[in-house]
Nanobody, 127 residues
C-alpha cells in the first residue's frame, strides 16, 4: 500500500502560479511512476501530467503543456506539479497517483493505470 499526501492547493488569480506537492512517506518512490489528474465539478477526472520513476520521461495534457511542469525528488519521496499562467478553467481538485511498471506514455495518461491515489487538493483560479 502506498499512501500519497498532496498539498499546495489554494486560491490564485488568473495568470498566477502554484506548486503542488505529493509525498509518499516511508516509500521508495523511485520505483513508481507518478501522475497528476484533476476533476472539476460535474466533469470527469482528466489527465494532467505524469513522470517516470527515474524522472527521465514526462507527459502532459495538451491543455497544460508549456504552462505546467512535473518533477520529482526521489530522495524526498516527493513529486511536484509547478503550475504557471493559471487560467480559470484550471480550477479543479488535483489528485496525485502512483503506479509501478515500465514507462509507457500511452498507459500513464490513463487513470486506470494507477493503483494508488491521494486525497486531492483544491485549486481555484479566479478571473
Amino acid at each position: 500500500q502506498v499512501h500519497l499526501v498532496e498539498s499546495g492547493g489554494g486560491l490564485v488569480q488568473a495568470g498566477g502560479s502554484l506548486r503542488l506537492s505529493c509525498v509518499a512517506p516511508g516509500r521508495t518512490f523511485s520505483s513508481y511512476a507518478a501522475g497528476w489528474f484533476r476533476q472539476a465539478p460535474g466533469k470527469e477526472r482528466e489527465f494532467v501530467a505524469a513522470i517516470s520513476g527515474s524522472a527521465d520521461s514526462t507527459s502532459f495534457a495538451p491543455s497544460v503543456e508549456g504552462r505546467f511542469f512535473i518533477s520529482r525528488d526521489n530522495a524526498k519521496n516527493t513529486v511536484y506539479l509547478q503550475m504557471n499562467s493559471l487560467k480559470p478553467e484550471d480550477t479543479a481538485a488535483y489528485y496525485c497517483a502512483a503506479a509501478r511498471g515500465p514507462w509507457r506514455r500511452s498507459l500513464f495518461v490513463l487513470a486506470t493505470t494507477y493503483d494508488y491515489w491521494g486525497q486531492g487538493t483544491q485549486v481555484t483560479v479566479s478571473s
